[in-house]
T-cell receptor
Framework: QQQVKQSPQSLIVQKGGISIINCAYE??????FPWYQQFPGKGPALLIA?????SEKKEGRFTISFNKSAKQFSLHIMDSQPGDSATYFC????????????FGQGTTLQVKP | EAGVAQSPRYKIIEKRQSVAFWCNPI?????LYWYQQILGQGPKLLIQ????????DSQLPKDRFSAERLKGVDSTLKIQPAKLEDSAVYLC??????????????FGSGTQLSVL
């Protein structure tokens, strides 16, 4: 029940295309859902985050779609660029300790020029 | 602002040896975390400090792992004795509020540990 399941494991997209990564969870106590981006040899960095009281959040080319009833959320990267090539992790945490993140397995994105 | 500093960057040891990692968080960040990232997996929280007190260490293998945060600033994570399955990247993070949404974690580049 504490797991966050992420798919796909890897993704190849052409430059200018849309990248979509999906996550699902079981624990209804989860209250905070961030996405982190990690480049090789670096630590993860926060990309965008959402709470379950909204269904969508957009920041630049990055959008989170959230479906509370299905317990699923996804990251959409519009106009994907080669510089977006990285590993993306979804995560979840409960209210009261949003720093205690349960991470998904990660998706390695490659954007081809 | 300066980021989270970690050292060493790489460490290779033999099983049953001991090893220690050091972390200096972003100035002013009260909360510090140690996460373990095994190759091909997402990070897993080992221990969380608020100032120099432990908030959560439920996933820390306490028979071999220990951590401290003296004076509420720097922190060290120790493994003694190491096992093969401890091979991973050990990430330190500190946090600040993300516009009231939740805690925004700032991760260091990690220490890559190989246990032979």
């Amino acid at each position: 029940q504490q797991q966050v399941k992420q798919s796909p494991q890897s993704l190849i997209v052409q430059k200018g295309g849309i990248s979509i990564i999906n996550c699902a969870y079981e624990n209804t106590a989860f209250d905070y859902f961030p996405w982190y981006q990690q480049f090789p040899g670096k630590g993860p960095a926060l990309l965008i985050a959402i709470r379950p009281d909204v269904s969508e959040k957009k920041e630049g080319r990055f959008t989170i779609s959230f479906n509370k009833s299905a317990k699923q959320f996804s990251l959409h990267i519009m106009d994907s660029q080669p510089g977006d090539s990285a590993t993306y992790f979804c995560a979840a945490s409960i209210a009261g300790n949003t720093g205690k993140l349960i991470f998904g397995q990660g998706t390695t994105l490659q954007v081809k020029p | 602002e300066a980021g989270v500093a970690q050292s060493p960057r790489y460490k290779i040891i033999e099983k049953r040896q001991s090893v220690a990692f050091w972390c200096n968080p972003i100035s002013g960040h009260a909360t510090l975390y140690w996460y373990q990232q095994i190759l091909g997996q997402g990070p897993k929280l080992l221990i969380q400090f608020q100032n120099n007190g432990v908030v959560d260490d439920s996933q820390l293998p306490k028979d071999r792992f220990s951590a401290e945060r003296l004076k509420g600033v720097d922190s060290t994570l120790k493994i003694q004795p190491a096992k093969l399955e401890d091979s991973a990247v050990y990430l330190c993070a500190s946090s600040d509020s993300d516009r009231g949404l939740g805690e925004k974690l700032f991760f260091g580049s990690g220490t890559q540990l190989s246990v032979l």
